[in-house]
C-alpha cells in the first residue's frame, strides 16, 4: 500500500476539523493486514529495540512497550516521513493561536538534529504489546524541551476480532470545566493522529491551552500491538 500517496489524497481538510474540534483525528487504512502483521511480529525481536518498558513496573498501567533504535525498519520509517508534512501546516497553526514560536523547519531530518543538539538523541519509536487485563494510564509522551504538538498511533491487529476492549483514550482539561474524555477503536492499518501535550481551544479571550492526556482503556481478551509515532526524540 503506497502510504505516501495515501496520505496524500487523504481529506486533510476533515482531518484538520476533526484534530481542532477533538483533539485527534483518524487517517484512511495506511497498512495491509499483512504489513500490519509483519510490524507486530517485530516485538519478538529484540535487537531492534534499544530498551523495554514493563509498564506494571512503573507503575504506568500494565503491559509492555518497546523503544526502537534509531535503525528504523523500512515501513515505519516511510510512515512517520510520510506524516510529517501533512502534519507541520498544523502544529504551525495551533503554536500561531497560542502565540508561540513554531521552531519546527521543513524538514524532518533537520527537526531531529534540533532535537539531539539538545539533549533529545534517543529514539522514541515505540511499539507497544498489550493482552487481557492490560491498560495504559493517562500520559504524554513529553522526553524534554523539544516538543512537536502532534503524534500518531496505529493499530496493528482487528479490533473486535483479534482484541476486545484496549479503545484509545485521550482526556482534555477544558478551561475552567470538567475534563472530557474521548474513547476510540483503532482499525487495523489505520492510524489516529492527537495531541501530544496541549491545543488551542476557544475561549472567551480568544484561544487558551486545552492540556491532554492519552492512554488505553483496558484490554478485555486477546492481544493488542500498537505503533506509535512521535515527532521529537527522547533524552
Request: charged share 20%.
Amino acid at each position: 500500500m503506497p502510504t505516501a500517496t495515501t496520505l496524500a489524497t487523504a481529506d486533510w481538510t476533515s482531518i484538520t476539523a476533526e484534530l481542532d474540534a477533538y483533539g485527534c483525528a483518524p487517517t484512511p487504512q495506511l497498512l495491509t493486514p499483512e504489513q500490519c502483521g509483519t510490524i507486530a511480529a517485530l516485538y519478538d525481536r529484540p535487537e531492534l529495540f534499544r530498551t523495554t518498558v514493563d509498564m506494571a513496573r512503573h507503575r504506568f498501567g500494565s503491559g509492555q512497550y518497546r523503544y526502537f533504535t534509531h535503525d528504523l525498519p523500512d515501513t515505519v520509517n516511510t510512515l512517520r516521513r510520510a506524516l510529517w508534512p501533512h502534519l507541520l501546516p498544523v502544529a504551525r497553526d495551533w503554536a500561531a493561536r497560542l502565540g508561540r514560536p513554531a521552531p519546527w523547519p521543513d524538514d524532518l531530518d533537520e527537526w531531529l538534529t534540533q532535537c539531539h543538539a539538545a539533549g533529545q538523541a534517543r529514539s522514541a519509536q515505540i511499539l507497544l504489546r498489550y493482552g487481557p487485563g492490560d491498560w495504559n494510564a493517562l500520559h504524554r509522551d513529553i522526553f524534554g524541551d523539544m516538543v512537536f504538538p502532534l503524534q500518531a498511533v496505529i493499530g496493528l491487529d482487528a479490533y473486535g476480532t483479534d482484541y476486545t476492549g484496549g479503545e484509545f483514550l485521550l482526556v482534555e482539561q477544558r478551561p475552567r470545566a470538567q475534563s472530557r474524555g474521548t474513547a476510540t477503536p483503532l482499525p487495523q492499518g489505520h492510524a489516529l493522529i492527537f495531541t501530544t501535550r496541549d491545543r488551542p481551544v476557544p475561549s472567551a479571550r480568544g484561544w487558551s491551552t486545552g492540556p491532554v492526556r492519552h492512554g488505553v482503556s483496558t484490554v478485555r481478551s486477546g492481544r493488542r500491538h500498537a505503533l506509535g509515532l512521535v515527532f521529537h526524540d527522547a533524552a
